[in-house]
């Protein structure tokens, strides 16, 4: 039994690799722990390791992810146990450089009011984060195209869909249009000193300023933690609620090991991309940046 034809026979909608959002090796679905809304595909299957992993909120055991899909544990158990490990032949990249999408542009009205509308001025994002716009494209059409960068050299990117009813608020570059794996970069980093506030997504490092960075989401990556443990003093800021808190501690618990001070905080807000400016001055303030 493969995992499509379990995730078919539960009736789970699922992406397979070659979409944006599902990378070679991957079955993606929407998480059921931590995916309140549909059509986000946060949680992937690796098909030769056979485990989940969330963008969100971690991994997870197949087992575990069945019984929240309403599999009883017993049956879930035998599920699990039968699954096939599938090999996936490794792909090669078609490219070895970056590559941007197709109509990369100056912010246009529209999107220069929605980061009004976020509480951002876009003449300052634009001149700082190095943001452009996208109009009417096949695949990317109004989103804000968000530059990443890696020892002021630009590596990859993601986008930020401008309207409220798409089903992926954030589509990146695959593994063919990066030089470097996003997930392995702490996006802002060449901003940070002695001090850095680690966020989820490139919005709420907006909103922190220079001296943020962002992980692209709670689940980080031991290239990530590599990055943050070269700054001495560490600030961690996920979203108040209780997924991110606990991936906040978790993630505080590993950079702990190495010198340096780390410390966590929880915002009133639910995020910093929407929390108030007086709170954003005082998370500022006590991370000294």
């Known amino acids: 039994m493969t995992i499509e034809e379990v995730l078919t026979d539960l ?3 699922f992406l397979r690799a070659g979409h944006h959002h599902c990378r070679p090796g991957w079955i993606q679905i929407d998480c059921p722990f931590c995916g309140k809304d549909s059509d986000r595909f946060h ?3 690796n098909l030769g390791l056979r485990y989940f992993n969330c963008w969100k909120c971690g991994a997870k055991f197949v087992d575990q992810v069945l019984r929240e899909l309403g599999v009883a544990s017993a049956k879930a158990r035998e599920i699990h146990r039968s699954i096939e490990s599938e090999t996936v032949v490794p792909r090669e990249r078609a490219r070895v450089s970056l590559q941007v999408p197709i109509g990369l542009g ?3 009205a529209a999107h220069r009011k929605y980061l009004r509308g976020r509480g951002f001025d876009p003449e300052v994002i ?6 452009k716009g996208i109009g009417i494209s096949h695949e990317l059409s109004w989103r804000i195209y968000i530059p990443i960068f890696l020892r002021a050299r630009q590596v990859s990117w993601t986008t930020r869909a401008i309207g409220e009813r798409v089903t992926q608020r954030y589509i990146s570059a695959s593994a063919e249009e ?3 794996n996003h997930k392995s970069v702490v996006y802002g980093r060449d901003f940070c000193r002695h001090s850095v506030v680690v966020v989820e997504g490139p919005i709420d490092a907006w909103a922190i300023g220079p001296g943020a960075g962002a992980l692209f989401g709670t689940a980080f ?3 990530q933690v590599r990055e943050l443990v070269d700054i001495p003093n560490r600030f961690i800021c996920f979203d108040s609620s209780k997924d991110a808190q606990n991936r906040a501690e978790e993630l505080a618990n590993q950079l ?3 010198p340096g001070s780390t410390e966590n905080i929880q915002l009133d807000a639910k995020d910093p991309g929407s929390a108030p400016p007086k709170e954003i001055q005082l998370v500022r303030k006590a991370a000294r940046l």
């Open 11 to 13: 009736q789970v909608p």
């Open 43 to 45: 949680l992937g299957y």
């Open 106 to 108: 100056p912010l246009l």
């Open 126 to 131: 634009e001149d700082v984060w190095k943001i």
């Open 178 to 180: 990066e030089s470097v």
């Open 221 to 223: 990556s031991s290239a």
């Open 256 to 258: 702990a090991c190495f």
